[in-house]
């Protein structure tokens, strides 16, 4: 699968798809993990996170499961990374690192002259 | 739950309703949670942390939700037009009584018309009053029963016969003013001040949209049915502009209850076969108002080089026509959006 055609991604969508790597996660925990990895930089509305999510579904890079009932006796929701979502968050960081490595080697070029 | 709390918690519920009509079924309940968690989280923090959280959630809201009504207008649009043309397809009015009953209205006004045309039949200026009279009220009686009946229909919140009375009554109003209007204005009295005339067009204008738009909200089929009720009134009003002085015409008139007939039958095969039917009803009902137009314009004298009033008037009766399944293709997907029926 080419995940190329699907990069870059917003910053909001990798930060999603980074905080549901380790485990599966309901909306509240991802907002608070998003805010937390991204040092308070980014910080995601309810509407903004769940119109992320409905994509994400849709595209099949995340996944709902059911993780019980909460203490108002609703189904509690919660989302984990499908294989096809983790291949593209590798592919992202992939290419991050990669532009990363350019960067440093155009400045380090620079240094030496 | 704190009171704060719970009146944030209810506001936010009430504009998540917004959102279009899948989402909110899919998330609408997991966002209400989810806020009510981080409004709580934040007022644990203090109070100044609650309102500007409170704030980003409501300022980020009217972006999100139109962002989500784009996508899902794309999603049911993207389908194709054949999609919006095909979906509901098994529909029709199963009720033969409904069907007869939805297609009475050009029947009855065909029939009016020759009736009348057969008792006044000469020059009304040289006919006794009484005779006039009476042809004038066998002409009207019909669209009066339609006026009522148009009327009872609302009432009854649309029967299935309903729309095709509605829209004949309708247009049968908007003629009727409009005849009215110019009768007296051609013996110089003016039935009101402009202002008030240009109120009345404007008012009817909107009447007739809110009609088109309430049933386009159903479907094309269901537009369709509005505006076959528009089209016969305006096709039959064609006969009527004959039998008006100086043409005198009646004989042309006579003709008003065949076509009337021929009008009923396409409307019941629209209300009672598939689409390819109502395709065809549509397209029939079309070239018979044309040829109808063609035939009463034949006998207009017009002065040499004064506009002809044929191409806007067939304009008129191909749009009245054409305006319901037209608003119809865009209502009904509109409401799948909103309300996900």
Redesign the interface.
Known sequence: MDYDENLPLSEAVFFILLSLLPEPK???AI?KDVESLSDSRV?L???????A??RLLRAGWVQRVEEGQ?GTG?E??AYTLTQLGKGILDAETARMQSLVAITQKRTSEGEAL | MNQVLNRLSRF?SILTVLYPYG?RQ??G???Q???L??MVAQKEIGAWNLWRTFW??I???PI??L??YWLAFQDTFGRGIMFLITEDKSWRIEDRRDAIIACLPPAMVGFGIALGALVIWEPWQTIPHWRLMTGFVIMMLPGLVIGLGGLWALIKRVPPWGHIWIGAAGMGLVLFVKTIAEERADFGLPMISPVIDNVIAVMLLIGIAVLIGVSAWQGWRHAGMVSLGFASMAGMASFSMATAAPFNRYDLALIAAPVGLMMASLIYLYLRKGDGGRVVAILVFGTINAIVFFIVASIWDLPEGSPSPVIPFLIVLTGALLVGPIAGLVGRPVRKVIQGS
Not at chain 1, 45 to 51: A, E, I, R, V
């Open positions: 309901h909306g509240y907002m910080s509305s309810t509407g903004t996170l769940y119109g999510l409905k909460d609703r509690r929701k | 936010y989402f899919e998330f309940c997991e966002m949670i989810v806020f968690e981080k980003k959630e300022r980020g809201l999100a939700i962002t989500e």
